[in-house]
């Protein structure tokens, strides 16, 4: 089966603005989560999608990051405005529902200078 | 809530040497437990995963992790490390609710020397 397949791989923004990161999980998976990785640490989950409703939002910085999975298929991770603590990799994840299988797309790797 | 501590933040061993990471997780039940790895520039990788049954948990590339619900511990294990096996490991407890978020350590940087 096909991965998780996320793009950009890489992303050079500028502090104040936005950019926006995106997902297409595995076919048929249900959950997807987004995930923040600041060089050095494990990833932190942000944001978590059951078809296309949050379960799970209370790590997102809501002020500036916003997320959506419209038709429970791919998805699409926001920030506006970015800033300087922002840089970090963005990991998407899917899993089957039925089992406990997650997958992790390659990550988007964004710099904010 | 659950957490995960990796006490080791960088190890370096010897080629062919023996290898321990160390994990340390708290969750209010049994957990889910997974070790993945990751090699600069790449996603995460699952080495193994323990949800129930035997303690001891046979994975990819040689590795091995034995629960030991006493100590809240599921450290990683491989008898004789390769030089390809040098990577960032991270342990993660998958909660047994609706969510199944993961949660994940701070990471192990392993080092293998020549």
């Known amino acids: 089966e096909a991965g998780v397949a996320q793009s950009p791989r890489y992303k050079i923004i500028e502090k104040r603005q936005s950019v926006a990161f995106w997902c297409n999980p595995i076919?048929?998976?249900?959950?997807l989560y987004w995930y923040q990785q600041i060089l050095g640490q494990g990833p932190k989950l942000l944001i978590q999608f059951q078809n296309n409703g949050v379960v799970d939002d209370s790590q997102l910085p809501k002020d500036r990051f916003s997320a959506e999975r419209l038709k429970g298929v791919d998805s699409t991770l926001k920030i506006q405005p970015a800033k300087l603590e922002d840089s970090a990799v963005y990991l998407c994840?899917?899993?089957?529902?039925?089992?406990?299988?997650?997958?992790f797309g390659s990550g988007t790797r964004l710099t904010v200078v | 809530a659950q957490s995960v501590t990796q006490p080791d933040i960088h190890i370096t061993v010897s080629e062919g040497a023996s290898l321990e990471l160390r994990c340390n997780y708290s969750?209010?039940?049994?957990?889910?437990l997974f070790w993945y790895v990751q090699s600069p520039g790449q996603g995460l990788q699952l080495l193994l995963k323990?949800?129930?049954?035997?303690?001891l948990v046979q994975g990819i590339k040689g590795f091995e992790a034995e629960f030991k619900r006493s100590q809240s511990s599921f450290n990683l294990r491989k008898p004789s490390v390769h030089w390809s096996d040098a990577a960032e490991y991270f342990c993660?407890?998958?909660?047994?609710?609706?969510?199944?978020?993961?949660?994940f350590g701070g990471g192990t940087r392993l080092m293998v020397k020549p």
């Open positions: 323990y949800f129930s049954g035997d303690t």
């Open positions: 994840a899917s899993r089957n529902t039925d089992t406990y299988g997650y997958t």
């Open positions: 993660a407890v998958g909660a047994r609710n609706a969510g199944n978020m993961l949660t």
């Open positions: 076919s048929g998976h249900a959950t």
């Open positions: 969750y209010g039940a049994t957990p889910y």
